[in-house]
Antibody
Framework: QLQLQESGPGLLKPSETLSLTCSVSGDSITRNNYYWGWIRQPPGKGLEWIGSLFYSGTTFYRQSLKSRVTISIDTSKNQFSLKLTSVTAADTAIYYC?????????????WGQGTLVTVSS | QSVLTQPPSVSGAPGQRVTISCTGSSSNIGAGYDVHWYQRLPGTAPKLLIFANTNRPSGVPDRFSGSKSVTSASLAITGLQAEDEADYFCQSYDASLGGSIFGGGTKLTVL
């Protein structure tokens, strides 16, 4: 059974860099042509796709976040990561990692439980 | 403001049928992109409930069904059970935004 688990700091100050890791267990992150994505939910709002990565390293980002986001993969650790620079209070959210078959509206069949990141001075 | 519009809440008594709507536009659902539905029980990871408009992953009871119309989609739950109390989200793709989009979520309360 595939499992995803997010980890990283839960509290950041404005202007800092958010760094989260998603550890994948139960299968290789490079197998079967899956995409690995990050999705967040700000308090009181809906889910928001941040970006996705193919195991080869090809990335796809939300246009409005493109200048601040980097998603990368570490195949040796079976993990992928999210970096979001210059955070503000608007980046406060529950961050999820998830797996999909594509990035053009494909469904996400496995999700992590999510991790709350709060940006506050 | 989410690109896909869902009612904030719905409710129903055990055994009843409820539906949750997901309204989009001509650049997403209306453009022919698939709609998927997720269930998020309190404190747990979202679970894929319906994919590609009408399909249930293995293990999802047939009490859950999805449908799609021109610019909207619906999730129907029949034979409501207490364990169905959760948040439900719809997802599609928006050509003008160039990425996946989600609804704001609907909280289902079983009375």
């Amino acid at each position: 059974q595939l499992q995803l688990q997010e980890s990283g700091p839960g509290l950041l100050k404005p202007s800092e860099t958010l760094s989260l890791t998603c550890s994948v267990s139960g299968d290789s992150i490079t197998r079967n042509n899956y995409y690995w994505g990050w999705i967040r939910q700000p308090p009181g709002k809906g889910l928001e796709w941040i970006g996705s990565l193919f195991y080869s390293g090809t990335t796809f980002y939300r246009q409005s976040l493109k200048s601040r986001v980097t998603i990368s993969i570490d195949t040796s650790k079976n993990q992928f990561s999210l970096k979001l620079t210059s955070v503000t209070a608007a980046d406060t959210a529950i961050y999820y990692c998830a797996r999909s078959l594509g990035v053009w509206g494909d469904s996400y069949d496995y999700w992590g439980q999510g991790t709350l990141v709060t940006v506050s001075s | 403001q989410s690109v896909l519009t869902q009612p904030p809440s719905v409710s129903g008594a055990p055994g009843q049928r409820v539906t949750i709507s997901c309204t989009g536009s001509s650049s997403n659902i209306g453009a022919g992109y698939d709609v998927h539905w997720y269930q998020r029980l309190p404190g747990t990871a979202p679970k894929l409930l319906i994919f590609a408009n009408t399909n249930r992953p293995s293990g999802v009871p047939d009490r859950f069904s999805g449908s799609k119309s021109v610019t909207s989609a619906s999730l129907a739950i029949t034979g409501l059970q207490a364990e169905d109390e959760a948040d439900y989200f719809c997802q599609s793709y928006d050509a003008s935004l160039g990425g996946s989009i989600f609804g704001g979520g609907t909280k289902l309360t079983v009375l």
